[in-house]
């Protein structure tokens, strides 16, 4: 059983692209989120998923777009990529009882 | 506005004991979490608290007083593994988690 996914582990980035972060759970979750994480700060909720077919802004969502078509996958979108959404994103489920399981990470740089 | 704080960093020897405090304010409160990450690495769950009270974990432990808006996650006979950043998290009114910044702990010899 692998937990999460996220693809790719590291990206670099010209400013202006469209960049499509994977993320799949074999959990069967209901809950998905992503996060990003900046030197100095906590982790910040970008977009979250309550269950397929559902999404939500979180604290951070300006510039990135989600998706959930099925229970397994919800990839963030950066339809055009700036320097300040360099970050290390993290997807991440959770069941009913709240306890969030994170994926790897991805590690993301826009020049 | 929603508020985690605990302290940047600590410094420990190996084979005692550290606390790490951590006080929140948020919009309501549906359970505390404490998680562990190990540098370049995902967060881990290490904890969570939704009664006042102490809950132990083998060598860690986590206490939460609710009507102090106050946790602390307690770590015994520290081992160089447990080198990391600690994260705090609230579960708020709308079942979000609102996450700390983390605190640095360093394990020395």
């Known amino acids: 059983i692998a937990g999460i996914t996220q693809a790719p582990t590291s990206q670099i980035l010209a400013a202006g692209r469209r960049m499509t972060l994977r993320c799949t759970q074999d959990?069967?979750?209901?809950?998905m989120y992503w996060y990003r994480q900046d030197l100095g700060l906590g982790l910040r909720l970008i977009h979250y998923?309550?269950?397929?077919?559902?999404?939500g802004k979180g604290e951070v969502p300006d510039g990135y777009s989600v998706s959930r078509a099925n229970t397994d996958d919800f990839p963030l979108t950066l339809a055009s990529a700036v320097p300040s959404q360099t970050s290390v994103y993290f997807c991440?489920?959770?069941?009913?009882?709240?306890?969030?399981?994170f994926g790897p990470g991805t590690r993301l740089t826009v020049l | 506005g929603q508020n985690i704080d605990q302290p940047t960093e600590m410094t420990a020897t190996e084979g005692a004991i550290v606390q790490i405090n951590c006080t929140y304010q948020?919009?309501?409160?549906?359970?505390l979490f404490w998680y562990q990450q190990h540098a370049g690495e995902a967060p881990t769950f290490l904890s969570y608290?939704?009664l006042d009270g102490l809950e132990e974990k083998g060598r860690f432990s986590s206490f939460l007083s609710r009507s102090k808006g106050y946790s602390y996650l307690l770590l015994k006979e520290l081992q160089m593994k447990d080198s990391a950043s600690y994260l705090c998290?609230?579960?708020?009114?709308?079942?979000?988690?609102?996450w700390g910044a983390g605190t640095k702990l360093i394990i020395k010899p």
């Open positions: 991440a489920s959770s069941d009913s009882e709240g306890e969030q399981f």
């Open positions: 959990m069967r979750h209901n809950a």
């Open positions: 998923s309550n269950t397929a077919g559902t999404t």
């Open positions: 948020t919009s309501g409160f549906n359970g």
């Open positions: 608290n939704v």
């Open positions: 998290a609230v579960k708020d009114s709308n079942y979000q988690l609102i």
